[in-house]
């Protein structure tokens, strides 16, 4: 499947010729130039480019976090483009997972109650049964009474994960979710990202500037210059390395 082609099964989500413009007049800077995509259900996209090339940009659209200039964001039959800013909150709560580089995990939380926030504030009930399959997974399940300052870094990221995954959103947007981690844990969230994909049907788009990281998606949409330039679908290291080069060009 092609990015800017029709899926053939129910879309996650999908982009319809997003730009983003920040500034005006001849101080504008165009971060996304028309960019049409559909990313199916169950399946694990990763989205890469050069620095400036729009890729968290195109994340920030397609999540809610950021408003397009034109263009439209469709997620569960929804429109973000036209929901006001309570309503695409409420929509992010309810339809959409979130991984950040950074975990965005509350300090004086314990990771359970770091895992069930989103839960709470969606008014949703717990799924006990779902939460204890999750953490046995993620191995925190001797970590729940424990603060983000008592865990190590690849255990907050492996949190944040289940705080996406707990309300079995649409999708799940990670945003360089290894970026903060080592190799080993950074390895083991992929591996998890992945399985989550395989028998969860789980649908995520991943930022990534590492082509190691990408390697693990069922495909890789290249972002240059705010416009989708190339895709590839099964990806390995090399290949990646290549297209990437491919879109820098000679340095």
Known sequence: MRADETTMGEAAVTATDLTRVYGSGDGAVRALDGVSASFPR?????????????????????????????GQVTIGGQDLTRLGRTARARLRRERIGFVFQAFNLLPVLTAEENITMIAHLARRPVDRAWMTQLVARLG??????????????????????????????????????????????GTEVLRFLREAVQTENASIVMVTHDPKAAAYADEVLFLADGRIVD??????????LTRLRRISGPE
């Open 231 to 240: 895709t590839l679908a099964k990806p390995t290291v090399d290949e990646i």
């Open 42 to 70: 169950g399946r694990f996209t990763a989205v890469m480019g050069p620095s400036g090339s729009g890729k968290s940009t195109f994340l920030h659209c397609l999540a809610g976090l950021d408003q397009p200039t034109s």
């Open 140 to 185: 925190l399940a001797d970590r729940l009474d424990h603060r983000p300052a008592e865990l190590s870094g690849g255990q907050q990221q492996r949190v944040a994960i289940a705080r996406a995954m707990l309300t079995q959103p649409d999708v799940i947007f990670a945003d360089e979710p290894t970026g903060n981690l080592d190799s080993r844990s």
